[in-house]
């Protein structure tokens, strides 16, 4: 065995738990593209809201209400006040979120940070209570005949959207998706991550797209 194989085979064996272990990593901190469209829409004023389901079926569940209160106590901070009578709301406020079932990543063990990169206009994106794949390929990897162990691992797209209407007409004030590369499904820890996304600089400068970094437990959102 020559000297060039045997330290090519010792790398292996150092770069692939290396790069399993940054990838794990990468769920912290947590990174969403946020888009936002307003016209309108009152500042904070002690104006009511009642939060209803995007998706119908949702309304009364009671994932739907625990993740809607999130929804709801960043609107009551900013000064807006929460009623459950939609005949006293001054806004409507629709509220949707969901996971698509994952694609899966085939990987050499050179490693390629998946939240950063060239993804941006080929992975899924939500929109109206659903996700909707545009034509592309995904790029990531390093391709090099000295590492060549592979690994996989499923990569989930989840995303929330937000819509407020003024109850009075009708008319409709805001807009806003979030929406996330993640390798977890868990809507129990992906949906308050967006809406804590959907709050940094709420409501934001209209037609914009920005990235949002969730910081670790105990820590702010700030926006990159």
């Known amino acids: ?17 290396l790069a399993l272990a940054t990838l794990a990593a990468c769920a912290t901190p947590f990174k969403a593209d946020v888009s936002r469209f307003e016209s309108q829409l009152p500042a904070p004023a002690g104006q009511t809201f009642v939060i209803v389901a995007g998706d119908p079926a949702l309304e009364g569940g009671i994932e739907f209400r625990t993740y809607a209160q999130l929804v709801s106590n960043h609107l009551t901070q900013l000064g807006y006040s929460p009623v459950t ?45 659903g996700f909707y794949r545009p034509y592309g390929a995904w790029g990531w990897g390093w391709n090099s005949s000295f590492f060549n162990d592979v690994y996989s691992y499923t990569v989930f797209t989840s995303g929330i959207d937000l819509k407020i209407d003024r109850a009075a007409d009708g008319v409709r004030l805001f807009e806003g998706n979030a929406q996330a590369l993640s390798t977890s499904n868990r809507l129990q820890y992906l949906v308050p991550n967006l809406v ?29």
Not at 3 to 16: E, Y
Not at 196 to 223: C, H, L, W, Y
């Open 85 to 129: 009578d939609k005949a006293a709301a001054d806004l409507v406020v629709s509220f949707g979120y969901g996971v698509d079932n994952g694609r899966e990543r085939v990987r050499s063990s050179g490693f390629y940070d998946p939240w950063y990169g060239s993804w941006y206009g080929y992975r899924p994106y939500w929109r109206g209570g």
């Open 1 to 17: 065995m020559s000297n060039l194989t045997k330290m090519a085979r010792a790398l292996r064996l150092i770069l692939v738990p």
């Open 196 to 224: 804590d996304a959907m709050f940094v600089g709420f409501p934001g400068n209209s037609g914009e797209t920005v990235r949002i970094s969730i910081a670790p437990e105990k820590q702010t959102a700030s926006r990159d």
